[in-house]
């Protein structure tokens, strides 16, 4: 996120299909580096004080999105001689500045307020700094208020901290490696309510109309985790172990909070019990607002969440697991980001790795041990697809943005860390995270803090482990190749790692467990591979029918290990792990033509006893084609399970030969009984341009559903359909006072339809000023996809404004780029790089990979995301294919 923070996991419109917002769009192009970019620090700062507490109180003129605040802190100076306090601060006007009760002379520059000492002092010092201030922040502090389009929106006012945004809003010590006490005294419109980090003490009448809420941190806490939200909310509110766990929605909303957090005691019980550490503070709330730029974030005692996240009742039952995947992700940071912290952003992954790592954790827990192994693959998948992720090891200083390499230190670290599990044992490894967390409670850590904690306490040298996975870069690739030699009995193996041993990648140590099966069962054997070229043998009776290599994917790899159709088809028969017969619906996806292949993969597509294997089989299907492959394929839209009920309709979308199926897409449209597959047959519908389908498409667009699931994937139809017919519609959808989702939907396929047309250029053009920012992000992508120059140079003044939150200038300079050389946006997401599957991870390498589908935009953007990211988004949007 280039940079904004963090918790990254992003989302739909609310319960639509489509356009990811800023998080992702940041994670996709987070390698554009521009003056937009703010740089943050990569190595923790030398301190001058340690902050004790932040006394924070707050008002706001919120017609005028003002803020007036005054903050008192309270510190301890840590150096002789010292002459001035510094403070993070920025865009703010400072009244006053008062240090032990005396008025000081102080100064500002763009990012400081320096508060004169009247002489210097000694190290230990203790002093109260009162500082009165004012502004109207572009970061930091965000306000959402009703307008004449959209008169019903409930007034909110939240704040976003990570990275370093607090000091947009508070003039302060904004860098995770000191930690204070806070209090947080707010006034605000008596029926508004407030959340705040720690314990709410009191709300006390503050007379014209307002209340004044006092929320009390007790526990030291880095201040990019300080959090206000206030507005006009509804609330549930429900107890575990006798703490506050309260839910609080935007108003109206009040039937999304069941659906969506239903489940959250049950997780803060699972992850105290296997952490061997409770819950740490004395509350737990979650706070879904509107407009977050963030899906996510993680703030002590009182998680953000993007209102877009939350589920509609009606479509909940569609979607397999929610929003736990964001709910897991930010309760685990409670323990991992916010109780124990990292020093600096260099070692982010000590808060995201974690974060990522214990959300599959849940999802093993809860959801069982398949699906987190689906999910583990795919992330493998997620990770090699992000080539410029491979040479840079997850602890890294060479960034100019803490999120440029988010792939690294989400999705990699959550795989290292199950790798650390596997080595060390279930029993060691919590172990040794409960020693972690207890050893370093309330303080801030390095890389060197955990290798320290888990030799402590399980005696195992870690080190080569970090060595290769953490300080350094890259992953095994494998190139495997065997022979059965009859006369001895065995199976000869051998092993290369054809990584290019460079710069931060070296060979990797790793063990693996190779299964031999003959006629006779299967036999395990256990090795190490430490070298560039090894040979193993192992005993086998008679010739193999299969072998695999690190049965059951448990290493971070890519594996090109050439075996024969009938070798593929037993494996994804009879492979007893999810992930080896994932590899192998995906392996048999390259052989067109094989009609033993396609007979498996139908077979698999009906009869695989897990959901995902049956959605590998029938990608693989509409990737092969023809006749015999589409009959597999129709097999699917009899599944139980609409996630995969919904692959099966879009992977028909790619056979355009039958005449007969538009009809069949136009009924599935308008009558299967989940509307996420409804949906996906709309889709399907456009894609390939069946006759007929603008009616069933203009029809669709007429028709109420919940978060109107179905009008907006109409319309997104349209895009793909690519009828200029559609622009006269599109264009009223757009309109200012039509629902937002329905609205970016619009806009999405006005980027693909009369793109000759001048009224729709210079329509689009005028919706860079729209006030609300993700139109102005959806405008920005429709006009890159458009191409006219014409729009060019409002892209321009729209990115120089400086008006574009979380470093959506990236993103504009990206569309400008592709407006000015169509072929830039083809090299961005070259081939190699698309999600077709995840054959280059995996065993499958049947030769060059063949991309077989042009994607959308937005799947690109999906290819650059790290694998829960993109999990999340699918959830949300019900979902299920990886
Ligand atoms: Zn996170």
Redesign the pocket.
């Given at each position: 996120m280039a940079e904004e923070p963090?918790?990254?996991f992003l989302s739909q419109r609310r319960n639509g299909w489509g356009r990811l917002t800023v998080m992702a769009l940041l994670l996709a192009f987070g390698t554009v580096a521009g003056p937009w970019a703010r740089a943050d620090e990569p190595f923790a700062r030398s301190r001058d004080y340690d902050l004790q507490n932040a006394r924070i109180e707050l008002r706001f003129d919120v017609e005028q999105r003002r803020v007036m605040g005054q903050v008192t802190h309270t510190l301890t100076t840590l150096k002789e001689g010292l002459r001035e306090l510094d403070f993070d601060s920025v865009g703010l006007t400072i009244l006053s500045a008062k240090v032990d009760g005396k008025d000081a002379h102080f100064s500002t520059d763009s990012t400081k307020l320096h508060v004169d000492l009247e002489r210097a002092g000694k190290a230990g010092e203790k002093h109260e700094v009162a500082i009165r201030y004012q502004g109207s922040p572009k970061k930091g502090l965000h306000f959402i208020l009703p307008n004449k389009s959209y008169s019903a929106q409930p007034k909110e006012i939240w704040t976003q901290g990570e990275a370093e945004e607090t000091r947009y809003y508070i003039p302060i010590y904004d860098y995770p490696n000191d930690k204070t006490t806070t209090e947080m005294i707010v006034t605000v419109p008596r029926e508004w309510v407030t959340v705040s980090n720690g314990k709410l003490e009191s709300v006390a009448e503050a007379g014209q109309g307002m209340k004044t809420w006092t929320w009390r941190q007790s526990q030291p806490i880095s201040t990019y985790l300080i959090s206000l939200v206030a507005g006009e909310f509804d609330e549930s509110k429900k107890n575990w172990h006798n703490i506050p766990v309260d839910y609080r929605v935007p108003r109206g909303e009040a039937e999304r909070i069941e659906p969506t957090f239903a489940r959250t005691p049950e997780m803060l019980s699972f992850f105290s019990e296997r952490l061997g550490v409770l819950y740490p503070w004395e509350k737990y709330d979650q706070t879904a607002v509107d407009q977050f730029t963030l899906g996510?974030m993680?703030n002590a005692s009182a998680t953000t969440l993007t209102a877009r996240s939350l589920l509609h009742p009606m479509l909940a039952h569609e979607s397999l697991e929610g929003a736990d995947g964001l709910i897991s992700?930010?309760m685990s940071?409670q323990w991992f980001?916010d109780l124990v912290t990292t020093k600096d952003w260099a070692n982010l992954w000590l808060?995201?790795g974690f974060?990522t790592f214990m959300a599959t954790l849940w999802e093993e827990h809860h959801y069982g041990a398949d699906n987190a192994a689906y999910a583990r693959w795919r992330a493998q998948g997620a990770w090699f697809r992000q080539r410029r992720l491979f040479d840079v090891p997850i602890v890294t200083h060479e960034f100019s943005n803490s999120m440029q390499y988010a792939g690294n230190i989400?999705g990699k670290a959550g795989l290292v860390l199950q790798m650390l599990r596997e080595k060390l044992g279930d029993d060691a490894f919590f172990h040794a995270l409960q020693h972690y967390l207890e050893a370093n409670r309330l303080q801030n850590v390095a890389t060197a803090d955990l290798v320290k904690a888990i030799e402590e306490s399980t005696h195992v040298d870690v080190d080569r482990f970090f060595e290769e996975w953490i300080y350094g870069g890259g992953a095994p690739r494998f190139s495997v190749s065997t022979i059965y030699d009859a006369s001895a009995k065995q199976v000869h193996m051998e092993v290369k790692q054809t990584q290019e041993v460079r710069g931060h990648v070296g060979l990797f140590e790793v063990p693996v467990e190779v299964a031999v099966t003959t006629a006779a069962g299967t036999k395990s054997f256990p090795i190490t591979l430490s070298k560039a070229e090894e040979t193993f043998s192992f005993e086998a009776e008679s010739e193999p029918l299969l072998v695999l290599f690190d049965k059951g994917d448990k290493i971070l790899k890519s594996v090109e290990f050439h075996k024969t159709p009938a070798e593929w088809i037993y494996q994804l028969q009879r492979a007893e792990d999810v992930p080896d017969r994932a590899d192998a619906a995906v392996a048999l996806g390259d052989m067109k033509g094989n009609d033993a292949a396609i007979a498996a993969l139908g077979e698999a597509a009906a009869h695989d006893h897990f959901w995902g294997v049956r959605v590998q089989a029938l990608t693989a299907l509409g990737k092969i084609g023809g006749t015999e492959a589409e009959k597999g394929v129709l097999a699917g839209l009899s599944d139980a399970e609409p996630w995969v009920r919904e692959v099966a309709v879009e992977q028909l979308g790619k056979f355009s030969a039958d005449s007969g199926l538009g009809a069949r897409l136009a009924e599935i449209a308008g009558k299967d009984n989940a509307y996420r597959v409804r949906a996906a047959a709309l889709m399907s519908l456009g894609q390939r341009k069946s006759e007929g389908a603008m009616g069933t498409l203009e029809g669709a667009a007429k028709t109420d559903s919940p978060d109107d699931v179905i009008r907006r994937a109409a319309l997104r139809a349209m895009g793909a359909l690519g009828d200029d017919k559609a622009a006269p519609q599109l264009l009223d959808w757009v309109e200012p006072g039509k629902p937002m989702r329905l609205r970016t939907a619009a806009i999405d396929s006005l980027g693909k339809v009369a793109k000759k047309d001048e009224a729709v250029e210079s329509r689009l053009i005028a919706l860079l000023n729209d006030p609300d920012f993700d139109i102005r992000l959806a405008t920005v992508y429709a006009l890159g996809e458009r191409g006219d120059p014409a729009a060019i140079e409002p892209l321009e003044t729209l990115r120089n404004s400086g008006d574009i939150p979380s470093g959506g200038g990236l993103v504009i300079e990206q569309q400008i780029a592709r407006i000015k050389n169509p072929r830039a946006g083809e090299d961005q997401a070259s081939a190699a790089e698309r999600p077709a599957n995840r054959g280059q991870a995996s065993g499958t390498q049947q030769g060059g990979e063949q991309i077989v589908q042009r994607l959308d935009k937005i799947e690109q953007n999906l290819a650059e995301m790290n694998e829960r990211l993109k999990k999340i988004e699918q959830q949300q949007a019900a979902r299920a294919t990886p």
């Open positions: 963090k918790d990254r996510g993680e992700h930010e940071h980001g808060n995201e974060a989400y």
